[in-house]
């Protein structure tokens, strides 16, 4: 069994690119191709956002759905 926000980003066609978005607004490096090129801040920048990114689906599943 899937815990809500799991599902809704399993059927949420209109889901973000946080990886690119963060490279877009020069938060993370432009030249990173995965997160593995990312230096420990940035990627603790972005688990924080794509956290925060998943949190917010205990808010808006209905939306989802």
């Known amino acids: 069994?899937?815990?809500?926000?799991?599902?809704?980003?399993?059927?949420?066609?209109?889901?973000?690119?946080?990886f690119k978005d963060m490279q877009d607004r020069d938060f993370i490096n432009s030249n990173a191709e995965t997160i593995d090129?990312?230096?420990?801040?940035?990627?603790k920048a972005y688990e924080r956002e794509v956290s925060h990114y998943y949190n917010n689906y205990l808010k808006t599943w209905k939306d989802v759905i």
């Open 1 to 18: 069994m899937y815990e809500i926000r799991e599902f809704c980003d399993r059927i949420n066609d209109d889901k973000p690119n946080i």
């Open 37 to 43: 090129d990312l230096n420990e801040a940035e990627r």
